[in-house]
Structures are given as C-alpha cells and as structure tokens.
C-alpha cells in the first residue's frame, strides 16, 4: 500500500567568546545571506547527483528510478558514501571547500543543518515550496538555521529499545524496561533461561564515531542532564551527565554490555540482535523491517528508550535535503528534493525501509499502524527527542565527545575524569 501522502565564520571575539549556541554566528552575503526568501537564484535543468550515505535498504535507487522515468532529461546519479556518518560528512565538507559542483543534493543528518548554513555550504530553501505544516515541529526545526529554511525534512529517527518478547515472556517478565535498573533486572532473569545461554544483556553503538557521541547524548539526557545547555553552552560536568556516564562505563565493566559492542556501529548491533545474541539493542526504527526478515521474526517488539527514573530520551536523528551552493541545475534539484522528500515518498521510506517519516498523519494512520506497530513509540520518541549540540563547530565538538567518552567506556578514564576534561575541550571549542 502506498499512502498520498573550510571556509570559517569570521566570527567577532563577543560573538564566539557567547559559546556554541549555533545563532552567535550569522553568514552574510552570498547563497546563504539574510536577504528576502527566494533570493537565490534557481536556475538550470539537467543532470544532477544526489549525495547521501551507503544505502543498506536498497530503497533510494527505486525512488530515484521512479524520478529519474519521469525527468530523463533531468535523470540523477545516486553517490553513496561511506555508511559512518564522520566519513560522509567530511567527504561532503572537502567537496564544499573545493566548490565543486560534483555534488548537488546533499542527505544532511539532522545536525548538520546548521553547520552547513552557517558556512554558506548549502543554499537557504524557499519555505513554499515544501509542505512543512504537515511535518513533525521537531523535525522541521532541524532543517533551519536563525529562522530560516536551509533544508527539506526527508526523514526523522528516534532511538527505540528492540526486545525480545518470546524470552521475556518465558522469564514472567510482563511489559519492557522503563528504567535502565529494570532493564538489567530483567536481563538476569531472561538469563536463567537454557535458551539464554551465552547471551548479553544490552547493546547500542559504542564505537569512535558520531553513534557514540548519539548514545552519550541519550545516556545524559535520560538521566536528567544535558550536554549543553539553553544558551549553547557545555554543561557535562554534573552529577546528572556523570549519572548517565555512570550508566553506560559501569554496563561494560559489569557484563550488561558485551566488550565487542565498544566496536559497534549500528549494523553491528542489528547483526547481533538478529543472530540471538542480545536481549536488547538500542537502535533506529530501520532495524526494523530487516529484523522482521531474520531469525528473530515475530520474537521482538520495540519500546522507548528506558533512563534512570523512567522512560529515557532519544537523540533527534534523521536526515534533511540540502541543496549544495555551488551545484549547477538548481532548478531541477529543488524539484527533486521536493519529489524525494514528499509524502508518497515517505511512505515508500516507511513501508520498504521503516525510516521515520516526517510527516505527522503517517504516524496516525491505522492501516500503518496495524501495519507497523512500532508507529506511535516512534512518534512518542521523536516527540520527547532532545536534539544533539546545534552548533557551528559539530565536527570539534563530537570529536571532543568522542575520545573523552570512548576513554570512559574503556576504562582508561573514570567517568568524573572524562566528563571533567570534555567540559574544559567543550569551553576551549566554544572560545575560538
């Protein structure tokens, strides 16, 4: 069923000495300025490319076929990157430097929006064109910078708890975790089952990469804290971030988290989860579809995201369209981000690839539902989702988290210690 549906900131030493906050540093001029919507000129037809990471679901080349049988005059080429989101962002920043024109529509996670804007990378979008009112707040928020549109919402994503229903059934265990605490109680007793046998209790994405710095962020939140604050600013050195810290280092000291999972990435994870190696999986609602076709089909559900005292935070992941400054056929690729990003698209990301749509009657419709069960946790999530820092310098800054917390997790670092050096790398990052 288908369902209608770098070039640096100039800063000021004021602005930057303010912190991290993405509005202390504006652009203008140029495809990025603060000037009248639709003052950028889009203008061209032809070929284009459309640039986002390694496609697993093998869904993005059947939409683009379908575009590409309806324009083939306008026909786009699909450049799949890396699938670590560090290596696609870095490949499309080194293609921006360069202002080269081989890249036209980017695929942005969510919190590069702001980045990109601000470095006059992308160009801003006229709001017209895409049909924002029915979207999710959150996830429109993500494609804006200083008010401003600067890319179209094409998915959402928010972190679910995977579970096994068929174990947890068996051990009298009635409903998921809400509380990290329960989640481990639960898993000790799913242990004393034979079928349990050499499983592990829990898992997310763990490795050095942007994953880590998604599930640090989520730990924080979920446990009260924030990695930074209303203004921008870091604020990880507290007994809330080291609560959440606390949380995840102790899992992999005491057992509840596998020693392989600090080298997990999402598709790592999945693997684990399909091959009955795990009782939980923090993951994205992807895994879902492709789970359904493993071993574990009809054996797991999906939950919120459980933190210390109750259900926990995901971080507000997904990926926007973004149109490249420097691309040539801009009038085609405005076209076709409004045709990849619409809401008969949507649906064919949800029903092929259970990516979250952004488009907030899809998550109600009752044949989906019935279709997806997962459906309202996952608006329920996104909804409650707390966005990752939306700052400037993302690329200093999810570095900084990622060695200071990779540190933690492996035990060459105390939480306290961690959280303590990654405020001062935070500071100095927001000084500069």
């Known amino acids: 069923m288908k369902t209608s549906t770098t070039r640096a900131l100039q800063c000021s030493a004021t602005l930057a000495a303010a912190g991290l906050l993405v509005t202390a540093c504006g652009s203008t001029g140029g495809s990025g300025s603060e000037g009248p919507a639709g003052s950028t000129s889009f203008e061209g037809r032809g070929p284009i490319t459309y640039v986002a990471g390694k496609d697993t ?5 059947k939409v683009i076929d379908r575009w590409n049988k309806l324009h083939p005059k306008e026909k ?12 696609q962002r870095q490949q499309m920043i080194q293609n921006a430097e360069t202002k080269s024109d081989a890249y036209t529509v980017l695929s942005l996670d969510v919190v590069w929006t702001s980045e990109f804007a601000a470095h006059q990378w992308i160009d801003r979008l006229p709001e017209n064109r895409f049909p924002l009112q029915k979207m999710l707040k959150p996830v429109v928020e993500t494609a804006k910078y200083r008010g401003n549109l600067y890319a179209a919402p094409a998915s959402s994503d928010g972190g679910v708890l995977y579970y096994r229903t068929d174990l947890l059934k068996k051990a009298g265990v009635t409903k998921p975790p809400a509380t990290w605490s329960e989640m481990t109680a639960d898993c000790a007793k799913v242990k004393k089952l034979p079928e349990a046998k050499g499983m592990s209790c829990y898992a997310g994405q763990f490795q050095k990469y942007e994953g880590l710095t998604v599930n640090f962020a989520e730990a924080v939140n979920s446990a009260g804290g924030v990695v930074t604050d209303a203004n921008g600013k870091p604020d990880v050195d507290t007994p809330e971030a080291k609560r959440g810290l606390d949380f995840l280092a102790g899992s992999f000291k005491d057992g509840t988290i596998p020693k392989e999972a600090v080298t997990y990435q999402e598709e790592d994870g999945r693997q684990a989860f399909q091959a009955g190696k795990l009782m939980f999986l923090r993951n994205w609602p992807y895994a879902y579809s492709l789970a359904e076709k493993s071993k574990v089909a009809g054996k797991f559900s999906v ?13 507000l992941g997904g990926h926007n369209l973004a149109l490249s400054s420097f691309a040539k056929n801009k009038a ?25 749509p952004p488009y907030a009657d899809l998550y109600d419709d009752a044949s989906l539902v019935k279709q997806y069960p997962y459906l309202p946790v996952l608006k329920r999530s996104i909804l409650r989702a ?5 700052v400037v310098h993302y690329g200093d800054v999810t570095s900084a988290i990622q060695q200071e917390i990779y540190a933690a997790l492996t035990g060459s670092k105390s939480s306290a210690q961690a959280l303590k050096d990654l405020q001062n790398d935070l500071q100095q990052s927001a000084a500069q």
């Open 57 to 61: 679901s093998g869904v993005v080349p």
């Open 76 to 87: 786009v080429t699909f450049i799949q990157l890396p699938t670590d989101a560090d290596s």
């Open 303 to 315: 939950a919120p995201l459980p933190g210390l005292n109750g259900p926990g935070a995901s971080s």
């Open 332 to 356: 085609t690729a405005l076209d076709f981000m409004k045709f990849f990003s619409s809401e008969d698209s949507a649906g064919t990301f949800l029903e092929d690839a259970s990516l979250a």
């Open 386 to 390: 707390a966005p990752r820092p939306r």
